[in-house]
Nanobody
Framework: QVQLVESGGGLVQPGGSLRLSCAAS????????IGWFRQAPGKEREGVSC????????YYADSVKGRFTISRDNVKNTVYLQMNSLKPEDTAVYYC????????????????WGQGTQVTVSS
């Protein structure tokens, strides 16, 4: 079964940028849709973005549309989440996971969750 490892999180000032990576081992990512989710303290896990397996179409939550960009590199077996114009409300642990098809509202359909990477947006 594919295993995912997230990286790239950190502390950034409001308006700054980060690029998260979701690297796979034990299998190929190109047969899966890959989603990014986040969870802030005391809040439910929410879908942020997803990239489909077939045509690579991206999907975004309204809260990040225009600021975040998801992409996949099937050669490197990695999915990226470029996050620009970061806001304090983007602070959360970010996770990636696999699914058969993209959805941002049904985290239960995703598998092979990584351990997460902390993103903190603060001045």
């Amino acid at each position: 079964q594919v295993q995912l490892v997230e990286s790239g999180g950190g502390l950034v000032q409001p308006g700054g940028s980060l690029r998260l990576s979701c690297a796979a081992s034990g299998g190929s990512l190109d047969i899966y849709a890959i989603g990014w989710f986040r969870q802030a303290p005391g809040k439910e896990r929410e879908g942020v973005s997803c990239v489909s397996k077939s045509d690579g179409n991206p999907y975004y939550a309204d809260s990040v549309k225009g600021r975040f960009t998801i992409s996949r590199d099937n050669v490197k077996n990695t999915v990226y989440l470029q996050m620009n114009s970061l806001k304090p409300e983007d602070t959360a642990v970010y996770y990636c996971a696999t699914a058969r098809t993209c959805t941002l509202v049904a985290a239960a359909l995703f598998r092979s969750w990584g351990q997460g990477t902390q993103v903190t947006v603060s001045s």
